[in-house]
C-alpha cells in the first residue's frame, strides 16, 4: 500500500528507531498523508509490514484524533471544546461554523471541501477559544475571524 517512496522511508526509520512499536506513528502518519485516511486495510497492512498484532493498531488510530478512519474534506476544522476554549466561547463557535458550513460534529460536506470536528484539547488554553484547519492553529478566535478565514478557503 505505500509507496515505494514511503517503503524506503520506513526502512530509515527502522535504523533510528529501536523497536517496530516505535515506528506505529510515523508509518501511520505516512499512510495516512499518502491516501487521505486510514482503512481498516491500511491498519492491517501496517500490522503486517511492522509484524504488530492488528489490535495494537486499531488501538492507536482510535486514539489519537490526528489520525483519521474516515476519508475527510479538504479542509478540515477541529474546533477545541476543552474547559478553557469552552468557558471562552467555542460553544458558540461551533454552532457558528456548523451553521455556515451546513453541517454538524463529525460531517464532511457533499462537496467534499469541509470536515468539522471537535478536539478534546489543543494545547492553546492561554490563547482560547481556538480551531485548526489542517496544520494551521487559530487562536483568540471570534465569529468575525472565523467568518474571514472560511471565506479565505471558500
Not at 468557558?87 to 460536506?109: A, C, D, F, N, P
Amino acid at each position: 500500500m505505500l509507496s515505494e517512496s514511503n517503503l524506503n522511508k520506513v526502512e530509515q526509520l527502522r535504523k533510528r528507531y529501536p523497536t517496530s512499536q516505535a515506528l506505529v506513528l510515523p508509518v501511520l502518519w505516512m499512510v495516512q498523508e499518502q491516501e487521505g485516511y486510514i482503512s481498516e486495510d491500511s491498519m492491517k497492512y501496517v500490522a503486517a509490514l511492522l509484524h504488530i498484532p492488528f489490535g495494537h493498531i486499531l488501538g492507536v488510530v482510535s486514539f489519537y484524533t490526528m489520525l483519521q478512519k474516515n476519508r475527510i474534506g479538504k479542509h478540515h476544522i477541529e474546533v477545541c471544546t476543552n474547559i478553557s476554549c469552552m468557558l471562552r466561547g467555542s460553544v458558540k463557535i461551533l454552532e457558528h461554523i456548523e451553521q455556515r458550513l451546513g453541517i454538524t460534529v463529525g460531517e464532511t460536506s457533499p462537496d467534499k471541501k469541509w470536515t468539522l470536528s471537535e478536539a478534546e484539547c489543543m494545547g492553546s488554553c492561554g490563547t482560547a477559544p481556538m480551531l485548526a484547519i489542517g496544520d494551521e492553529y487559530y487562536e483568540n478566535l471570534t465569529l468575525e475571524k472565523i467568518d474571514k478565514l472560511i471565506d479565505n478557503l471558500k
